[in-house]
C-alpha cells in the first residue's frame, strides 16, 4: 500500500500547478523508494526506463518541416483557402475533420493526424480563419478557445475511432490479457464491440461541435458590448 | 536494419543543433539553461544506449533540476513577419500544402511497403510506422527546401522556435512513460486493483459494470494511460465479477472497458502528449486548456459507455 503514496506526490503537485517533470521524478523517486528500492536502485530503474521510451520524444523531429512552412505562410494560405469556402463555420470544419479522423484511424491510419503535424499547421488556422470571416478579428480568449477545440476534436477522432482497426495496440493487450487468462478472443471480435462506443462518440461530439459556432457567437456578444 | 537507434541518432542530432543554436541566441536570457537541457537530452538520444542505467538516471535528474527550477527562456530565432508570410503564401498558393501533406502520406506509404516481404530486413517491422514518418520529415524537407529556395539552416532555426513554444512540455511524456515504469516495477498496480476489489459492492451487476468502467477512467487518469489500467482493473474486477460471476462476454468486457479507460484519457494531465503537448504547441494560456475543451465529451461519453457494457455484455 505504501507505494500508492507516487500517486499522492502527483495529485498534489499536478494541483499545486508544480512543474510537472518536477513532481514526475519526485514521484517516481518516492514510488521506488517505497517500494523497497535503494536511492541508486531507484535512480537505475527511472533512468532504464525513461531511455527505453526514447521512441515518445523522436516525433519532435518534425517540428523543422512544419517551422520552414509556417515561416513559408502555410498558416496564412490555410486561412485563405477556407476564408473562400461560405459555407465553413468553425463548427462544422471541426466536425469534418472529427469524421475524418475517425474514419481513417478505424482503418488503422492513425498517423494521418497528430497536433504537430496536422493541427497547429493546418487544422487551428483553418478553425480561426472560419471563425475570422464571419466576425472579423477575434480577441484573445476566444481564438484560445477554438484552438483547445481543434486539439480536442483530433484527440476524439483518434481514441474512438482506432479501436475499430483489428491490428492497434490496444485491441491486442486485450487479446493478450484474455489469453493469459485462458479465454481465446479473435482481434476482429474484440473490434466489433468498439463500434456502438464509437457511434456513440461521434454523436456526442458531433452535436457539441455543431453547437460550437452558436457559443463563439455568444461569447463574441460579451466580449463586444 | 533502419530501427530505433537510427531514429534516436537522427533525434539526438536534432536536440544537439537546438542546444547549439541555443547557446548562440543572446535574445534569450536563459540561453545556457536551454543549452544545457537540449545538450543532456541530446546525449540520453545519441549514447544512452551504450551508459549504464546510473548514468541515464543521472542525465534525467539534472535535466528535471534545470528545467524544474526556474524554467527554461525562449529564443527569438529570426522568422520571417506576417507581412512577409502573406506575399509568400500568396506567391506559392497550394503548393505549399505538398510537403505538409508529404509527411502523413511517407508515414502511410512506408507502413504498408516496409511490411511488405520484398522490403523484408530493411526496416524494423515493429517501428515501420515511426521509421516512415520521420523518412517522411526527410521528404518533405527535399520538396520544401529547393521550392522555398531557404538555406539548410532555416529548418534547424524554426525547429527550434517551435521547440521553445513547447519548452519542457516536449520531454513529458517520456517522462510520464518512465514514471509509468517505475510504478510497475513497485507495484502499484497490484495495489490499486487490491483496494478496488475491497471496496467492491458484491451482488448487483449494475454496480460492477459501473465500478469497472469508472474504475478504468479513474485509474487511468491517475496513471495517465489506459495501456496502464486495463491489465489491474479486468484482473480485479472485470474477469472475475462481469465474466466469471455473472457470465458476461470477455470480448465486450474488454474492448468497452478500454474505451471507458480512454475517457479518463482526454480528462488528465497525466496524459501529457495528448493534452498538455498540444496546448503549448497551440500557444494557450492554460495549460489545462484541451482537457476543459473534452470533459463534457468524455463524461457523457463514459455514462454512454457504462450503459453500453450494462445493456451489451450479459446479452451476447
Known amino acids: 500500500m505504501l507505494s500508492l503514496i507516487g500517486i499522492v506526490v502527483v495529485v498534489i503537485g499536478f494541483m499545486a500547478r508544480l512543474n510537472p517533470l518536477l513532481v514526475v521524478t519526485l514521484a517516481a523517486l518516492v514510488t521506488g523508494l517505497a517500494g523497497g528500492m535503494g536511492p541508486i536502485e531507484v535512480v537505475e530503474t527511472f533512468g532504464k526506463a525513461f531511455k527505453e521510451n526514447r521512441y515518445v520524444s523522436v516525433v519532435w523531429v518534425v517540428l523543422p518541416v512544419i517551422g520552414l512552412l509556417e515561416r513559408a505562410g502555410l498558416q496564412e494560405r490555410a486561412k485563405t483557402l477556407i476564408g473562400q469556402i461560405e459555407a465553413a463555420t468553425t463548427g462544422r470544419l471541426l466536425l469534418l475533420y472529427l469524421v475524418l479522423r475517425q474514419a481513417t484511424a478505424a482503418l488503422g491510419l492513425t498517423s494521418l493526424g497528430g497536433h504537430a503535424q496536422m493541427v497547429r499547421p493546418l487544422i487551428a488556422p483553418m478553425a480561426e480563419a472560419a471563425a475570422e470571416s464571419r466576425h472579423g478579428a477575434l480577441p484573445d480568449p476566444v481564438r484560445q478557445f477554438i484552438r483547445a477545440h481543434s486539439a480536442a476534436a483530433d484527440n476524439i477522432g483518434l481514441f474512438f475511432g482506432e479501436d475499430i482497426f483489428i491490428a492497434i495496440a490496444s485491441i491486442l493487450l486485450i487479446k493478450g490479457f484474455l489469453e493469459q487468462n485462458g479465454i481465446f478472443v479473435e482481434p476482429l471480435h474484440l473490434s466489433v464491440w468498439a463500434i456502438p462506443t464509437a457511434l456513440v462518440a461521434l454523436l456526442i461530439h458531433g452535436s457539441r461541435l455543431l453547437m460550437l459556432d452558436r457559443r463563439i457567437d455568444r461569447a463574441l456578444a460579451e466580449a463586444r458590448p | ?316
Open chain 2, 1 to 316: 536494419m533502419i530501427g530505433l537507434e537510427v531514429l534516436y541518432v537522427i533525434g539526438g542530432a536534432f536536440f544537439a543543433a537546438i542546444s547549439v543554436l541555443s547557446a548562440r541566441d543572446a535574445s534569450n536570457p536563459k540561453r545556457w539553461k536551454n543549452t544545457a537541457f537540449w545538450g543532456l537530452f541530446s546525449a540520453s538520444f545519441l549514447f544512452g544506449s551504450h551508459l549504464p542505467d546510473l548514468a541515464n538516471g543521472l542525465i534525467v535528474i539534472a535535466m528535471v533540476l534545470v528545467a524544474g527550477v526556474g524554467g527554461l527562456g525562449r529564443g527569438e530565432p529570426r522568422t520571417t513577419t506576417p507581412q512577409e508570410r502573406a506575399e509568400s503564401a500568396a506567391r506559392l498558393g497550394n503548393r505549399l500544402f505538398l510537403p505538409a501533406l508529404a509527411i502523413p502520406l511517407t508515414a502511410l506509404a512506408g507502413t504498408f511497403a516496409f511490411k511488405r516481404p520484398e522490403l523484408g530486413g530493411l526496416v524494423d517491422p515493429k517501428q515501420a510506422t515511426l521509421v516512415s514518418l520521420i523518412l517522411g520529415v526527410f521528404v518533405a524537407l527535399a520538396i520544401a527546401l529547393p521550392m522555398l529556395r531557404a538555406r539548410p539552416a532555416a529548418p534547424l532555426q524554426e525547429g527550434r522556435r517551435l521547440l521553445d513554444t513547447v519548452g519542457w512540455a516536449a520531454v513529458l511524456p517520456q517522462m510520464l512513460a518512465a514514471l509509468g515504469a517505475v510504478f510497475a516495477a513497485a507495484g502499484v498496480g497490484a495495489a490499486i486493483g487490491q483496494i478496488a476489489s475491497d471496496w467492491l459492492p458484491g451482488g448487483s451487476r449494475l454496480a460492477a459494470v459501473a465500478a469497472y468502467t469508472f474504475g478504468m477512467a479513474i485509474f487511468t487518469m491517475v496513471m495517465g494511460n489506459a495501456f496502464a489500467a486495463f491489465p489491474v482493473m479486468a484482473a480485479g474486477i472485470g474477469l472475475p465479477l462481469i465474466v466469471q460471476r455473472f457470465g458476461g462476454d470477455p470480448a465486450i468486457m474488454g474492448a468497452i472497458g478500454m474505451l471507458s479507460g480512454f475517457c479518463g484519457t482526454l480528462m488528465t494531465p497525466m496524459a501529457a502528449n495528448f493534452n498538455i503537448v498540444p496546448a503549448a504547441l497551440l500557444e494557450l494560456s492554460d495549460r489545462n486548456g484541451v482537457i476543459r475543451a473534452q470533459v463534457p465529451t468524455a463524461l457523457l461519453l463514459l455514462l454512454a459507455n457504462t450503459a453500453l457494457m450494462y445493456v451489451l455484455v450479459f446479452r451476447f
